[in-house]
C-alpha cells in the first residue's frame, strides 16, 4: 500500500460516513416532521399523543445528537482534506464562502435542536407527566407547545434542505 492509499481510504471512509450521520439526522427530522407526528395527532388522543412524542424523542434524541457529533468529526476531517482550504476562518474563495454559510446554517440548527431537546420537550414531558397522574393540565398550552415543535422541526428540515 503505497502513501497515498492510507489517506484516500481515511477520506472515504469518512466521506461514507459522513453521508451515513446525514442520512440519519436529517432523514429522522424529515420522518417525524412530515409523517410521523401529523398522522399521530390526527389518530390518537391527546394524552396517547403525548406519550407517544415522550416515547419517539427519548429513543430519537440520542440519535440525532449521535449524528451530529459524526457529522462534525467527520465533516472537520474531509475540509481539512480539501484543496481549497486554508484555514481556520479564512476566507479567500468561493468554496471557503460557501463552507462558512453552511456552518452558519448548521449552527442555527444546532441551536433549534438544543432549544428542542432541552428547553420545549422538558416541558410536553411535565406536561405528559402531569396529564397521567390525574393533575389537570391546560390543553390549549399542550397544543401550543405541540404546534411549536412540529413548526420548529419543520424549519430545521428547512435548513437542512
Known amino acids: 500500500m503505497d502513501n497515498q492509499a492510507a489517506p484516500t481510504l481515511a477520506l472515504t471512509f469518512a466521506y461514507w460516513l459522513h453521508m451515513l450521520a446525514t442520512v440519519g439526522w436529517i432523514g429522522s427530522l424529515a420522518a417525524l416532521s412530515l409523517v410521523v407526528l401529523p398522522a399521530a395527532r390526527r389518530a390518537l388522543e391527546p394524552g396517547a399523543y403525548s406519550a407517544l412524542l415522550a416515547r419517539i ?3 430519537l434524541q440520542p440519535l440525532a445528537w449521535f449524528c451530529l457529533i ?6 472537520m476531517f474531509q475540509m481539512s482534506a480539501h484543496p481549497s482550504y486554508s484555514g481556520f476562518l479564512s476566507i479567500n474563495n468561493e468554496w ?6 453552511k ?9 433549534l ?6 428547553g420545549l420537550l422538558p416541558s410536553l414531558q411535565r406536561a405528559a407527566l402531569m396529564r397521567g397522574a390525574g393533575v389537570e393540565v391546560d390543553s390549549q398550552t399542550i397544543a401550543r407547545l405541540e404546534r411549536r415543535e412540529i413548526w420548529l422541526l419543520r424549519v430545521n428540515l428547512f435548513f437542512s434542505v
Open 103 to 111: 456552518h452558519i446554517v448548521i449552527g442555527l440548527m444546532v441551536l
Open 113 to 118: 435542536s438544543a432549544y428542542i431537546t432541552w
Open 96 to 101: 471557503a464562502a460557501a463552507i462558512l454559510l
Open 70 to 75: 459524526i457529522l462534525a468529526g467527520t465533516g
Open 57 to 59: 424523542q427519548i429513543r
